[in-house]
């Protein structure tokens, strides 16, 4: 009785054994052929979907389904509002549509990323010309460009010593004029971003390595145009006290909330081109500009100005961000933080010493180290 209660134990996981190295290679429909399943992989959840045909994968939702064997079935990305489909991996590439046959069980992965795309916009075209450094050295190969902060311009005090800085040590500086220069703002944050490209391809014109810097709001929008699908010629991006992030800062939310509602009805009144007076935040005071609504919204309205927390991890050039120790943003917003989710290996996060504005002034040998560490 015994050798027979063995024998049955030994013939169950026997049975068992078979039963999953079976499931491994697929199931049987209810005709006998074999079925296999296919799973879908959507890198970042919410950038985009994946659907098949024949039906079955709906991914974000539902992406996983068993096909017969042989079964061909085509995947189509559909990146949401703001993404862009990057591409396939595993059992395709490319980045068309992707077809499989169900030969055997197949994973699938779909990569979206974040893109700000200014393609549709106007170039900001400023009224006086970029402030221009040359280096002290000889021909520079590498151009740096530096945006401003808010309501600043080229000739902010904290601003020329580290344009004599990067010269001194072999670049050429370009500070432009940008739309947010004074209290007249008068360019789109789209505008600005393909004001920035022009400068790049004006410079990789040259020959010149590119490097894409700013401070405070400029700081900002160094990130923005890291996720602009720069030029080749376009190496690296250097931020330094980033402070215009109106999705993560409720206080400047609050204080633009009136002028943002007072903007959108100008534009659905068909007003969105004339000029108004709206708030704005600046240095933990509320003071006011002239804009056309069109381009405030632009910058504030949270359905148009791209948000951090979608534009770092989506940055594929490398970034030094600099902060202040003495600079309240350095711990309001978490700089540190935001600056974790860099993914290029070669982002690096450094405090040097000054508040806000003092920060520019010790960030030229940091930027030079840092820049001549990537062999730029």
């Not at 006998?32 to 959507?42: A, F, K, Q, S």
């Not at 939702?61 to 396939?88: H, I, K, M, R």
């Not at 992965?109 to 400023?126: E, G, I, K, L, M």
Request: hydrophobic residues 40%; aromatic residues 6%.
């Amino acid at each position: 009785m015994l050798k027979n209660s063995l024998r049955v134990k030994g013939l169950g996981i026997f049975t068992i054994l078979i039963v999953l190295l079976l499931s491994g290679c697929g199931s049987s429909g209810g005709d006998g052929v074999p079925t296999y399943g296919l799973t879908v992989t959507v890198h970042d959840q919410g950038a985009g979907t994946v659907t098949s045909s024949p039906a079955g994968i709906d991914c974000g939702a539902d992406c996983t389904e068993n096909y017969t064997q042989n079964t061909v079935v085509t995947l189509t990305a559909t990146p949401a509002s703001g993404y862009v489909f990057v591409g396939w991996s595993d059992a395709c590439t490319g980045t068309g549509n992707c077809s499989v046959t169900m030969e055997t069980a197949k994973s699938v992965t779909a990569t979206f990323t974040y893109r700000v795309d200014c393609s549709a916009n106007d170039t900001y075209v400023p009224a006086t010309s970029p402030l221009i450094t040359l280096s002290s050295t000889g021909a520079a190969t590498t151009s740096v460009i530096v945006m401003h902060g808010k309501t600043g311009s080229p000739l902010s005090l904290h601003l020329p010593p580290l344009y004599t800085d990067l010269s001194n040590a072999g670049y050429d500086v370009i500070a432009p004029y940008m739309p947010w220069s004074g209290l007249v703002w008068d360019g789109s944050m789209c505008e600005a971003m393909n004001y920035i490209d022009s400068l790049a391809a004006q410079e990789a014109a040259k020959g010149r390595n590119v490097v894409v810097a700013g401070h405070s709001m400029g700081g900002a929008h160094a990130l923005i145009y890291g996720v602009t699908t720069p030029s080749n010629e376009v190496k690296a991006i250097v931020t330094m006290a980033p402070g215009h992030f109106p999705h993560i800062l409720t206080v400047m939310q609050t204080v633009t909330a009136p002028s943002i509602a007072l903007a959108e009805s100008m534009v659905a009144s068909g007003d969105g081109d004339s000029l108004a007076t709206f708030d704005i935040r600046l240095s933990g005071t509320t003071i006011q500009i002239s804009a056309s609504a069109n381009d405030y919204l632009s910058y504030h309205a949270l359905d148009q100005y791209p948000d951090v927390n979608d534009v770092i991890p989506a940055i594929e050039l490398p970034v030094l961000w600099l902060s202040g120790d003495i600079d309240p943003l350095t711990t309001l917003i978490d700089m540190a933080g935001l600056a974790s989710r860099l993914t290029n290996p070669d982002s690096d996060y450094q405090v040097v010493s000054g508040d806000h504005k003092e920060m520019v002034s010790s960030s030229g040998a940091p930027i030079d180290i840092w820049l001549k560490s990537l062999g730029i």
